[in-house]
């Protein structure tokens, strides 16, 4: 070999680097340990929400409130509930005045859309729809002065479970939560007590009757009545036709 001309020897030298090159290019390249995948662009999957008993019922609202002299002054409004199984409900108030005159207010909440609807129906109201959206932080919040801490007072609690029964044909499970004013908390010479009953229907998920009972302002049952389990029109949770929508805040 040493007798071999520089041409030559250029030669060979060229075509072992030509077969180091063509075994480098047959051999896998391992993946790189360090490389990240691509980002997800899919969408996250969307959980369904559960669907709730769709239902309509009347509701009643009575107030009785007895004066120290034994004068019983008693409120009834009347009105209407619906839900669908979306969980958008509507809920209608009449209020009979002192005069005579009546106060029908409708209030519909759609959870599907975070927003409220209410509006007053009446021949002399104006027909708006005052509209409220849900969810939307302020552009700003202004810090609050610091308040100085008050001393924490205790108020006793109990809760107890009631009897089950049935209410227009459902059954119901009760319960009792009492809640204890002590003397002297609100300048009262004794203890001041407010109980609570709710009588819940588990099917319908609904409570059917709640009779909360305040010394202060009185006894207050509302209670509902002709329950009918079918699906509501859709057109009982939108806004009536020839009134103006205005965007209010919350």
């Given at each position: 070999m040493s007798n071999a001309s520089p041409a030559v020897l250029l030669m060979l030298a060229m075509a072992n680097i030509a077969c180091l090159?063509?075994?480098?290019?047959?051999t896998p390249v391992a993946p790189s340990q360090n490389t990240s995948p691509s980002p997800c662009t899919c969408q996250p999957a969307r959980v369904p929400q559960p669907s709730l008993p769709a239902y309509s019922a009347a509701r009643k609202i009575t107030r009785v409130q007895t004066l120290a002299d034994g004068t019983v002054i008693t409120h009834v409004d009347t009105g209407f509930i619906a839900r669908d199984a979306e969980g958008r409900t509507r809920s209608e108030t009449i209020r009979i005045n002192s005069d005579g005159s009546q106060v029908h207010t409708v209030d519909i909440t759609d959870p599907t859309q975070n927003l409220r609807l209410y509006w007053t129906a009446s021949p002399t109201a104006p027909k708006v729809v005052n509209l409220y959206h849900y969810g939307i932080q302020p552009a700003a919040v202004q810090p609050?002065?610091?308040?100085?801490?008050?001393?924490?007072?205790?108020?006793?609690?109990r809760s107890e479970s009631l009897p089950p029964t049935t209410?227009?044909?459902l059954y119901v499970e009760g319960s009792r939560n009492t809640r204890t004013t002590p003397a002297?908390?609100?300048g009262n010479n004794k203890d001041i007590v407010l109980t609570t009953e709710n009588w819940t229907s588990p099917d319908l998920r609904v409570?059917?009757?709640?009779i909360t009972?305040?010394?202060?302002s009185g006894k207050t049952t509302i209670e509902l009545s002709d329950i009918q389990q079918t699906v509501p029109a859709p057109a009982l949770f939108k806004a009536p036709e020839g009134y103006e929508?205005?965007?209010s805040k919350q």
């Open positions: 090159t063509h075994a480098r290019a047959q609050r002065p610091p308040v100085t801490p008050q001393p924490r007072r205790y108020y006793p609690y209410i227009e044909g002297g908390y609100d409570t059917l009757r709640q009972d305040d010394p202060r929508i205005k965007e």
